[in-house]
């Protein structure tokens, strides 16, 4: 699907847009891309105009929201579909997205694209073929297209994200010529993809899969023993995991993957808010 390029607008924004307006202001100077740039829009007193077209004031809009012009009105960045899916801003710019008020990315302390950002520069991809086995809104295929590596293929299940990738600007665009094609993305369920992938044809993995309850099938042993057998000797893997249940129940989710790691081929250590493996 094609990037969405119009303006995006949250609770702030809107509010300053018609402060501009009721001090008599003509133009405003801000971001209408959740902070990838900055831009001037034209202000009238129905309308605003940014790039060329015109938008009405919305009504005031929700916190926690994030909105788009669908053609008709600003609407949600979000979707229904047996589970609530939304764009979430955040401090930092790049959004966050919620499934049933989950949030799915890391965010209190730092920008999801830097939590990234650290987490791909473990796995050295400069120049390697990365598999990134559930890409979401893309920020670890934005690092490693960053870090220059050759290839990225990345699956996403849910078709629902791959929309909210349309409309995130901090999305990679797998068609946008600056990424030269690096990026593959697939709308398909890694679990049963990765069984027709060939030995040895990745030089480097990331794992970032939803929490066990949901997907214990990306947690299994059966699925690490296709990920050594899809990465080379000594190719490197990070395997988000966070600590779920760890207060509640005292499960140690991190060492119980680092260990099933172990046994299909790998050596695992603690690293971050996951697991770090080399392939043996």
Request: aromatic residues 8%; proline residues 7%; contains cysteine.
């Amino acid at each position: 699907m094609p990037h969405y390029s119009g303006p995006l607008l949250t609770r702030p924004i809107a509010e300053a847009l018609l402060a501009a307006r009721d001090a008599g202001r003509t133009t405003w100077t801000g971001s209408l891309d959740l902070d990838r740039s900055s831009g001037e829009a034209l202000l009238e007193a129905d309308a605003w105009q940014w790039r060329d077209q015109r938008y009405p004031y919305p009504p005031k809009l929700k916190d926690r929201t994030i909105y788009y012009w669908d053609g008709d009105d600003f609407a949600a960045v979000s979707r229904y579909s047996g589970s609530l899916i939304k764009l979430v801003p955040t401090e930092w710019g790049a959004p966050t997205f919620e499934i049933d008020g989950i949030k799915m990315l890391p965010t209190s302390k730092t920008s999801p694209v830097e939590d990234a950002r650290r987490k791909v520069a473990l796995i050295e991809p400069g120049g390697k073929v990365v598999l990134d086995t559930c890409g979401g809104l893309g920020y670890f295929a934005a690092c490693c297209l960053e870090a220059g590596a050759a290839r990225i293929h990345s699956f996403e299940k849910n078709e629902n994200v791959l929309w909210l990738r349309t409309l995130n600007p901090w999305s990679p665009d797998p068609d946008a010529p600056a990424n030269g094609g690096r990026l593959q993305l697939n709308h398909a369920d890694v679990s049963q993809e990765i069984t027709r992938i060939a030995d040895a044809s990745v030089d480097a993995l990331l794992h970032d899969p939803p929490r066990f309850a949901i997907a214990g099938e990306l947690y299994s042993q059966v699925f690490y023993d296709h990920l050594a057998r899809v990465l080379r000797r000594g190719g490197r893997l990070f395997h988000y995991t966070g600590a779920p249940n760890k207060l509640t129940s005292g499960r140690d989710v991190p060492r119980e993957v680092a260990k099933r790691l172990e046994k299909a081929g790998f050596k695992a250590e603690l690293a971050l808010d996951g697991v770090l493996a080399t392939r043996r």
